[in-house]
């Protein structure tokens, strides 16, 4: 999840640009690290990673971390609050094959717990974006909340780590480019790319 800005008395111009919050939502504890419920926050460390940036601060409920991205101030978050209640302080999406993301400028919660909590207490407000990071649908008639708890296998994590280094191409992007541009460049990579992991069985 991209929120932009935070105070409306920011002076922003192209040598003061505005700052970015990149947000990913995940469960907190060493039981939830690998699971396909915490993508987002694997993304927002490997972003951190990427860039330099500790996380270190714990603020709102959440771990955080700042640094500037080529001139951008870039705020990194982790909500602490579990999936469910995120919207007190990145998603992961059971509607996208395993791999597969799409960058969107707003949208619907799409049935997702954390999207709702975040909507809640935003007052309603949906006009927020957000990279969504498919992590595939439960197997038969698998319960989806064990599916989501569920490490990852040797193939599924080929494919979740590869697309956390796109999406770490694609915050990047966000910020050198701008949103709709990188999101219409972006989403057309990402069309077809569900074809070609066809062939790697889950």
Known sequence: ????SFSKRCFCTAINPRPW????LGNPGDKYKGTR?????????AFAASQGIPMESVFFKATFGKGLVNGVPVFLAKPQTYMNLSGESFH?????PCGVLRLHPKGNHGRHNGLKSVIYHFRGNREFPRLRIGIGKPPGQMDPKAFLLQKFNATARERID????????????????GLTESARCFNTE???KHLRLQTMPV
Do not use: C, P, T
């Open 162 to 177: 590869a697309a956390l280094q796109e999406g770490v191409d694609a915050l990047k992007q966000v910020l050198s480019k």
């Open 190 to 192: 990402q069309k077809y």
């Open 37 to 45: 419920h915490n993508v987002g926050f694997e993304l927002i460390d």
């Open 21 to 24: 919050l990149f947000v990913g």
């Open 1 to 4: 999840m991209l929120l932009r």
């Open 92 to 96: 992961d999406d059971m509607d996208l």
